[in-house]
């Protein structure tokens, strides 16, 4: 066997580093004399065909993950559109709830509060630094609509890290899963003898915040080449944290802006579609979103650069915009409320508090219906009924994760629409017949945007994550739909193709990290697109 040898600077001291190679195959006799990879891939198939719930086979994958990730990659790559609700969501939410009991073995970093004053040590532990490339932090203060699950948290790291190698070919050593245990508010997980989290109520804010500049500073020294990803952070600290670390270090907010971006292309499709049907130009339309917190805000805030590209000042773009929380529509009058909600608050309206969706649909008007409120059937039949009514093809995002959790189902919207809904949803759903046809749901998954986004910006070594960048992703995405996608009325491109569109998003990103004067990969600067997106497909990783 050779031996590569690389060499490396550490504290000033030149040493020389293993690279890590392809595992070698066991020795003869380590295997049954019949075995070889085709047949085995089958034979893993079958075991994962022949559970019958979704936790169980997620378990079988992890375990599969752990013992031979070559297949686990292999057989993701070649059935993504089985695997990935079963790796992510909505599975994965099922993972989170049950984490302490269906715990088999650690996979990631953990670091608590207690170890405030020592986190560059525990950090230090992680035994692939140098090729530590991308990680996913979370607090699990708020998993996906699930609430406060503490170190429960983790496999939304994990999952999220499994759709970065699968869907951008980043190497499953580069990748760091980290959960940040602060303590949980939810009061089952402290009585759970089973529970692997500390027992003790979510410290507060300040001093989380003390916390994550040591976690932050720690990580830079340690991983000076990694990328970070937050991820499912509440929503105070989710904004406090990615606007006082975003310009110091290389990091994006994923439920912020990857949500936000993967809307914005989706939206873009739909909008097409929808003036297509109306006559009406894409500046008139009006979204309507249900749900302020960090992924409604940051959802709208991504969806100006739409009415924006359409030549409309930022003004104009904010005034197209609205936002209905627990309490009805957000406006000035209203009285006090959550600094992040404010930019939104409507200023035109100054009657009494409208809390009834379908009334506020009559008011507003929209062309779009958002929703990023965890309330399952709140686009109840009146509701869509309305929207249909007011337009030709309604514009209907019920991008609430797990299903359980979802604004309507596909076939509920299909319905209630006459078979005119243009639809995405933050977990899949079955395609639909209706009147001889054939219909897609589209499924506004982050999965679309961050393994591209991340890809481009490692390969760029981004010093910062820009909104520009983030915007490139977006567009990348909207603009890579084949023309039979088109003919079906398509608003995502199919998941099958995930390596191919992650490619092509990493290309604008990088482009716009050099743009943006954040790329400190200078030689790409000279290549051509072409050759440019023949290195990115060329440091993907394969199984």
Not at 452 to 465: E, N, Q, T, W
Not at 502 to 508: E, G, Y
């Amino acid at each position: 066997m050779t031996i590569v040898l690389n060499p490396v600077w550490s504290n000033g001291v030149q040493k020389l580093k293993v690279v890590s190679q392809t595992p070698t195959k066991p020795a003869k006799g380590l295997l049954p004399p019949v075995h070889n990879d085709e047949i085995h891939a089958l034979r893993c198939l079958q075991q994962l065909r022949s559970k019958d719930k979704p936790i169980e086979k997620y378990i079988y994958l992890s375990q599969l993950k752990d013992a031979d990730h070559a297949m686990f990659y292999r057989l993701c790559l070649a059935n993504m559109a089985e695997f990935t609700p079963l790796i992510y969501t909505p599975t994965v939410g099922d993972a989170c709830l049950q984490y302490s009991h269906i715990f088999r073995r650690p996979e990631g970093l953990f670091i608590s509060i207690k170890d405030k004053g020592n986190i560059g040590k525990i950090l230090r532990n992680w035994p692939r630094k140098e090729e530590a490339r991308i990680s996913v932090v979370t607090d699990g203060s708020r998993i996906l609509g699930l609430g406060d699950l503490g170190v429960n948290g983790m496999p939304i790291s994990i999952g999220k890290l499994s759709l970065y190698v699968a869907g951008a070919g980043i190497r499953p050593e580069s990748t760091v899963p980290i959960c940040l245990d602060l303590g949980t508010d939810t009061q089952r997980y402290l009585d759970d003898p089973l529970y692997l989290g500390l027992r003790q109520r979510r410290v507060p804010f300040a001093e989380a915040a003390e916390f994550m500049e040591e976690f932050m500073r720690e990580m830079a020294a340690v991983f000076p080449k990694l990328l970070i990803q937050f991820e499912d952070f509440a929503t105070d600290k989710a904004f406090a944290y990615l606007e006082g670390f975003r310009h110091r270090y290389p990091l994006f907010n994923d439920d912020i802006q990857g949500t936000g971006a993967v809307v914005l292309s989706g939206f873009m499709n739909a909008a097409k579609l929808s003036s297509a049907a109306s006559g009406r130009p894409l500046t008139d339309h009006r979204i309507l979103f249900l749900g302020a917190g960090s992924a409604g805000v940051g959802v709208a805030m991504q969806l100006m650069s739409f009415f924006k590209l359409q030549g409309l000042s930022e003004e104009e773009a904010r005034d197209r915009i609205y936002l209905v929380d627990s309490q009805g529509l957000i406006y000035d009058g209203r009285g006090p409320m959550a600094e992040h909600k404010k930019y939104f608050s409507r200023k035109d309206y100054t009657g009494a508090p409208m809390t009834d969706l379908t009334e506020i649909v009559k008011h507003v008007q929209p062309t779009a219906l958002l929703g990023l409120s965890t309330t399952k059937g709140a686009f109840n039949q009146s509701v869509i009924e309305t929207m249909a009514a007011l337009n030709p093809r309604p514009i209907i995002f019920p991008l609430s994760n797990p299903v359980r959790l979802s604004e309507c189902e596909f076939h509920e919207a299909v319905e209630w629409s006459q078979g005119r809904v243009l639809f995405a949803s933050g977990s899949p759903f079955p395609e639909q017949q209706y009147n001889g046809r054939v219909l897609y749901p589209g499924q506004g998954n982050n999965m679309y945007i961050f393994p591209g986004l991340g890809l481009g910006a490692i390969l760029s070594r981004a010093s910062a994550v820009t909104d520009s960048m983030v915007e490139a992703s977006s567009l990348g995405l909207a603009n890579s739909l084949t023309p039979d996608e088109r003919a079906q009325d398509l608003l995502y491109p199919r998941v099958e193709r995930i390596r191919e569109i992650s490619a092509q998003i990493a290309l604008s990103v990088i482009r716009a990290a050099q743009k943006a004067g954040v790329d400190r990969s200078l030689d790409l600067r000279t290549m051509s697109d072409a050759e440019l997106l023949g290195f990115v497909r060329s440091r993907m990783w394969n199984p």
